[in-house]
């Protein structure tokens, strides 16, 4: 399986715009390209991005549901599944999901067997953009392909 990792550099200090912007890809995805979605966040954003997947992008509807135990994790039937588990084998994860999207601070320790795993900088700050690097080396070591993307917000 080819896998790669595509790093999203968001050029803004407002965070609204950037979780919009999280919002919206998470729809392309699902929508445009038919795909089931993980979305891998600190446990204390799973509430915000469970209320606000309800609530936007306005005119739609993102089904989703969250996984908060390794059984959760293998039964979940949405399309989009939030959590804050990390798996660290292949067996962990369930298979049925074809993109990683990773918003936590810790990098994933198995991307395995995602297709694609999303990264996010948020922020043109030096020490973000540092470990984002040291991620981007971290998948370039695996044999994962990296793309970069780099979006301006006004």
């Known amino acids: 399986m080819s896998q790669r990792a595509i790093f999203y550099r968001l050029d803004t200090q407002d965070t609204g715009q950037t979780q919009y912007f999280i919002a919206r890809l998470v729809e392309k995805l699902l929508i445009q390209q038919k ?3 993980c979305l891998y966040a600190e446990e204390t954003q ?3 991005w469970d209320q606000y997947l309800w609530q936007c992008p306005e ?3 993102l089904a ?7 059984a959760n994790l293998m039964q979940a ?4 599944m939030l959590t804050a588990l990390q798996a660290h084998t292949q067996a962990s994860w369930p298979c049925a999901y074809d993109v990683l999207i990773n918003l936590a601070q810790a990098p994933v320790s ?5 297709t694609q795993v999303v990264e996010f900088v948020y922020l043109p700050q030096t020490m973000q953009v540092q470990a984002q690097r040291q991620r981007w080396r971290a998948y370039q070591a695996l044999g994962i392909a990296c793309v970069a993307h780099t979006l ?3």
């Open 35 to 37: 795909l089931r979605l």
């Open 46 to 48: 799973l509430d915000f």
């Open 59 to 61: 005119a739609s509807f």
């Open 64 to 70: 989703h549901q969250i996984a908060t135990t390794p």
């Open 77 to 80: 039937q949405a399309p989009l």
């Open 110 to 114: 198995s991307c395995t067997p995602f």
């Open 152 to 154: 301006a917000f006004d």
